[in-house]
């Protein structure tokens, strides 16, 4: 089992639509939790730390569920460039920063 | 922004050689991390360096080294090539290690024939 797991999709959503990703992870020692997105060939960048509280950034929203070791991401109002594959990240429990990765979820949002 | 630097880009090489991927993080960032991310595959942690020293170790080959240099530049050498080290390698660099948010290089595509 891997320690964070994605489904990998495809999620095939028109313009304008929302759509939302989940994650799970093992390690309920885990200590910082992030969403990367990666465009084809290329490097992952960072889209938004997650936090407990809950965390937005313009139609991007992420949440943080300890107690079941669940994190999701949620886009609002989907744009043809939102397209990529959405990588959900845990920062190992040690403190060496060590990141995990899912497998990714593949987006491509159709006009 | 000045961003991550690696070179070289693109390598192709032929089985049972070595290369050498570099590295050069953001200026002020003293942590460095490689990843292997294969063909289809999530980015795999291999090794990384805090304060030029070594600070994790993942799934790294015993081929395989790395260093981090005193102007916090770092190299990955790998030694003995198989057709399985075909990936994309990328460095990322942190300021501080643990929580920091690691900003990934534009990766280094390697071939091995």
């Known amino acids: 089992r891997k320690e964070v797991e994605q489904d990998p999709g495809p999620f095939n959503v028109p313009e304008g639509a929302t759509v939302a990703f989940n994650c799970t992870y093992s390690?309920?020692?885990?200590?910082?939790f992030f969403w990367y997105r990666q465009d084809c060939r290329k490097e992952p960048k960072l889209l938004m730390s997650?936090?407990?509280s809950g965390n937005e950034d313009g139609r991007f929203t992420a949440q943080l569920n300890r107690a079941s070791q669940y994190i999701s991401l949620l886009i609002r109002d989907s744009k043809l460039s939102d397209s990529a594959t959405y990588l959900c990240?845990?920062?190992?429990?040690?403190?060496?920063?060590?990141?995990?990765f899912g497998q990714g979820t593949t987006l491509q949002v159709k006009p | 922004a000045a961003g991550v630097i690696q070179s070289p880009r693109h390598l192709i090489k032929e089985k049972r050689e070595t290369a050498t991927l570099k590295c050069y993080p953001i200026?002020?960032?003293?942590?460095v991390y490689w990843y292997q991310q294969g063909p289809g595959q999530d980015p795999q942690f291999l090794i990384s360096?805090?304060?030029?020293?070594?600070?994790d170790k993942g799934s790294i080959p015993d081929r395989f080294s790395a260093q981090q240099f005193s102007d916090y530049h770092s190299e990955l050498n790998m030694s003995s090539l198989e057709l399985g080290d075909s990936a994309l390698y990328f460095c990322?660099?942190?300021?501080?290690?643990?929580?920091?948010?690691?900003?990934f290089g534009p990766g280094t595509r390697l071939l091995v024939l």
């Open positions: 990322a660099s942190s300021r501080y290690q643990g929580g920091e948010t690691q900003y």
């Open positions: 390690n309920s020692a885990s200590q910082s």
């Open positions: 997650v936090y407990s």
């Open positions: 990240v845990v920062n190992d429990s040690g403190n060496t920063g060590k990141l995990i």
């Open positions: 200026p002020r960032h003293d942590t």
């Open positions: 360096f805090y304060e030029k020293m070594q600070s």
